[in-house]
């Protein structure tokens, strides 16, 4: 089989939507979870036997690291496919074990999703392969991520660490300090808004990506995942200092309301309108590619934190790869996600991804590339910082893809002018309560 690399309709494969999905990757039937049966191989032994492989996934990443591997081993055929990003690439794989052909063997796994799909058998636990040896190879945030009540679920691939990109010519136009605290950020808010009507310090329409980032970075944990057992408390004193700030910026309109990626969000980036971004550390390409206009204007600095003097940052995407439970050539599998995670495979995508893996996060060569786009900033020294400090211990609900696409419709209205941040948050958590609970989990609160 020689390499391709395709994309077809996710929906195509077996017909089912994104809310079939939802609805079935979160079923709890406790024999659905991947026991690892595995023993350890030699990888290479087992690569340079080749064989086929199935991988699914997403990015400027894969294609190198397929062709990587089977320039390094010879007998290996892999078929590359793109059945798309998110939600339907989640559902083509449901779709092909559940029809029980064209299974892929290897899958692309954001984070946010592992925990789902490691609980209803989709992937297979890797513990048996010894993957926790090379725990120390990778970030905290990133490793804790891939792990599900005890097993291992996907190897770390790439990471997001979250910092502050900000617009220098606009902040240097109405001379605006950088902010270090959020207080700062609420205040410099303010500071642009008098100075220019027309100007935003950010944009907001309800991120949950952003929301349970800036809880993350206060080492708050809202959801707590035993097996089945859930609990969820989007309350409490973190939760409260969130809200408090995150109103008066709505309040006092200082963010755009504009959704992310949409036209208005690019375009509001370019013209300066919106004049700063908390997001991850993958994000400067697609400043390259979608903001091309505001090249040397913009620049990357820590997160703002919630107490003067804190060092304290989160995790804002980033995927792994798994092996899929259904996979015939588990072995090969395998790996492959071993060499193309810890091996030499991280070298053929390390400009396509931001890297979980620490020796690259610590290498000079890393460290010091400068960034044209960036006005020859050393930026990637900021998002190792920030990698370097993101606190232990965060767990996503095993149907978090579901929670966060309904969170705008609960917290919507705080943005609009008719409820609270912190009552929007509570239906929210109401909301999950009840849909965990119809999916069969134990859901407790608070």
């Known amino acids: ?44 032994a087992v690569a340079t036997e080749g064989g086929k492989l199935l991988v699914w996934g997403w990015g400027g990443a894969m294609e190198p690291m397929v062709k990587g591997f089977m320039k390094a081993y010879p007998d290996v055929k892999a078929e590359l496919v793109n059945v798309g990003t998110g939600i339907d690439h989640y559902t083509a794989v449901q779709n092909a074990i559940q029809a029980g052909s064209g299974i892929p063997d290897v899958i692309v796994m954001e984070y946010q999703a592992v925990n789902q799909f490691a609980l209803d058998g989709t992937l297979a636990d890797l513990s048996g392969y010894a993957a926790d040896e090379h725990a120390k190879e990778f970030t905290t945030g990133t490793w804790e991520a891939v792990q599900f009540d005890g097993g291992i679920y996907s190897m770390p691939m790439s990471s997001g660490p979250m910092a502050l990109f900000y617009n220098k010519k606009v902040f240097d136009k109405h001379e605006l300090e950088v902010p270090e605290t959020w207080e700062q950020f609420l205040e410099t808010g303010r500071a642009l808004k008098k100075a220019d009507p027309k100007a935003y310090i950010a944009n907001d329409t309800g991120s949950a990506n952003l ?11 809202p959801y707590t995942v035993d097996g089945e057992k859930v609990r969820i408390a989007l309350d409490g004193p973190e939760v409260e200092k969130y809200t408090d700030l995150w109103q008066q910026l709505i309040d006092d309109e200082l963010l755009a309301p504009i959704e992310d990626w949409s036209d208005e969000w690019y375009q509001g980036l370019a013209n300066g309108t919106i004049a700063s971004l908390v997001s991850g550390a993958w994000m400067p390409g697609n400043f390259e590619s979608g903001v091309a206009g505001g090249k040397g204007d913009w620049r990357v600095a820590p997160m703002p934190q919630w107490e003067s003097g804190e060092k304290s940052s989160a995790e804002n995407g980033g995927s792994g790869l798994g092996v899929v439970d259904a996979s015939k050539n588990k072995e090969l599998a395998y790996a492959f996600v071993e060499w193309a995670t810890t091996g030499d495979g991280v070298e053929t995508r390390i400009n396509a991804t931001f890297p979980s893996t620490v020796t690259d996060l610590e290498s000079e060569k890393f460290l ?79």
């Not at 929301?211 to 944990?221: A, E, I, P, V």
Request: aromatic fraction near 10%; hydrophobic fraction near 35%.
């Open 1 to 44: 089989m020689p390499f391709t690399t395709t994309r077809r309709s996710a929906l195509a494969v077996a017909g089912l939507g994104a809310s079939a999905l939802l609805l079935a990757a979160c079923g709890s039937d406790s024999d659905k979870k991947s026991t690892s049966d595995a023993q350890p191989i030699d990888s290479d």
């Open 211 to 221: 929301l349970q980032g800036l809880l993350w970075q206060q080492g708050y944990t």
């Open 368 to 446: 010091d590339l400068e960034s044209d786009y960036f006005g020859g900033q050393k930026i990637n020294e900021v998002f190792a910082e920030s990698a370097a400090n993101v606190p232990k211990d965060w767990s996503f609900l095993p149907y978090q893809v579901y929670a966060n696409s309904i969170l705008h419709d609960n917290i919507g209205g705080a943005y609009e002018g008719d409820e609270s941040l912190a009552d929007g948050l509570q239906s929210w958590q109401q909301a999950l309560v009840k849909y965990g609970k119809d999916q069969g989990f134990t859901v407790e609160e608070g």
